[in-house]
């Protein structure tokens, strides 16, 4: 089970920090994903981790605003977002799969409840 938070207005510029909670299962072996999905569109692939080290993997339209990272003893996976853009505006979904790190929604098994952000300008 996955329950994301963190989400709220931030001005363009501003950070969040949202958080994915894991419960039900050891996620060794497993990957963690963020993806969002803004009004209207479909959803995309943010950032990924690969449960088992600290490597992420970013969308490029994060890279280098946005870091990924998790605390195994929480069993939490974190989402960094600094430098909000508008169009960062969305609902953030977190998702797992089993085995390694994908940009490919269809591919993750068990997925949260969205947390909604919105970047003003």
């Known amino acids: 089970q996955l329950q994301a938070s963190g989400g709220g207005l931030v001005q363009a510029g501003g950070s969040l920090r949202l958080s994915c909670a894991a419960s039900g299962r050891t996620f060794v072996g497993y990957a963690m994903g963020w993806f969002r999905q803004a009004p209207g569109k479909e959803r995309e692939f943010v950032a990924a981790?690969?449960?088992?080290?600290?490597?992420?993997y970013y969308a490029d339209s994060v890279k280098g605003r946005f870091t990924i990272s998790r605390d195994s003893a929480k069993n939490m996976v974190y989402l960094q977002m600094n430098s909000l853009k508008p169009e960062d505006t969305a609902v953030y979904y977190c998702?797992?799969?089993?085995?390694?790190?994908?940009?490919?929604?269809?591919?993750?098994?068990?997925w949260g409840q969205g947390t909604e952000v919105t970047v003003s300008s």
């Open positions: 981790i690969y449960w088992g080290d600290d490597s992420g």
């Open positions: 998702a797992t799969r089993s085995g390694s790190m994908s940009d490919n929604s269809r591919m993750y098994d068990y």
